[in-house]
């Protein structure tokens, strides 16, 4: 499987502020994503970040709120803007590997834990 | 709607017990996966059963998906305290395609010493 990694691992934030999320896969993909879990709930998706295009936000997500940058094919950020306390989640990014492959296998990185004041 | 459920929601066995989860979904699926977190951490993917296919091993895991029933279960056979976690069963809808997964709200098992 891939191996990725994300930074920071966890940071902890005041309200009105931004951080960005790094990913990083050893191995060219094409499709990321990125994934929200809040405190004791299930992943919801985000957005899908294909390189070379905008990113797909799913509904209730909006580029304003989580810009999503995806330069090449081994590297994405995530974006959280004028964070608040209802922000506070563990942010994952997981990649389909192998790449372009039609079962859809997904792998996870480690996540961020994100903790808004 | 949330695409997948599991139950039971939470489960504490002694370790060497097995340790049975279920996850039922609503729409037709290319395959499904299945997922352990430990406390707070990342995703560490167990298994991919695809539709057609009705079980799947791995080590003391067995997988088995009724698509006439849209069911799957997870087993772990003889338990340890090691796999305390908790276990999320996620869907990739047949819909030409698509790549998203649907995740269900997960099992936290409790493996006691």
């Known amino acids: 499987s891939a191996v990725i990694s994300q930074k920071p691992s966890r940071d902890i934030c005041q309200r009105g502020t931004s951080l960005t999320i790094q990913c990083q896969v050893d191995?060219?993909?094409?499709?990321m994503f990125w994934y929200r879990q809040q405190p004791g709930q299930s992943l919801t998706l985000i957005a899908t970040?294909?390189?070379?295009?905008?990113?797909?936000?799913e509904s209730g997500f909006v580029i304003d709120k989580f810009p999503i940058s995806r330069p090449n094919l081994t590297f994405s950020t995530l974006t959280v803007s004028n964070m608040s306390p209802e922000d506070s989640s563990i942010y994952l990014c997981?990649?389909?590997?192998?790449?372009?492959?039609?079962?859809?296998?997904?792998?996870f990185g480690p996540g961020t834990r994100l903790t808004v004041l | 709607s949330q695409q997948g459920e599991e139950d039971p929601q939470a489960l504490s066995i002694q370790e060497g017990e097995n340790a049975t989860m279920n996850c039922s979904y609503k729409?037709?699926?290319?395959?499904l996966q299945w997922y352990r977190q430990n406390s707070g951490r990342g995703l560490v993917h167990l298994i991919l059963?695809?539709?057609?296919?009705r079980e799947k091993h791995s080590g003391r895991l067995r997988v088995t998906l009724d698509t006439s029933k849209k069911s799957s279960s997870l087993l772990i056979t003889a338990s340890r305290a090691a796999d305390t976690a908790s276990y999320f069963c996620?869907?990739?809808?047949?819909?030409?395609?698509?790549?998203?997964?649907?995740f269900g709200k997960g099992t936290k098992l409790t493996v006691n010493p």
């Open positions: 997981s990649v389909e590997w192998p790449s372009g492959s039609s079962y859809n296998e997904q792998f």
């Open positions: 191995s060219q993909v094409t499709m």
């Open positions: 970040a294909n390189q070379g295009s905008e990113a797909t936000y």
């Open positions: 729409t037709s699926i290319n395959n």
């Open positions: 059963i695809r539709s057609n296919e």
């Open positions: 996620a869907t990739d809808r047949d819909q030409g395609g698509s790549e998203k997964l649907v």
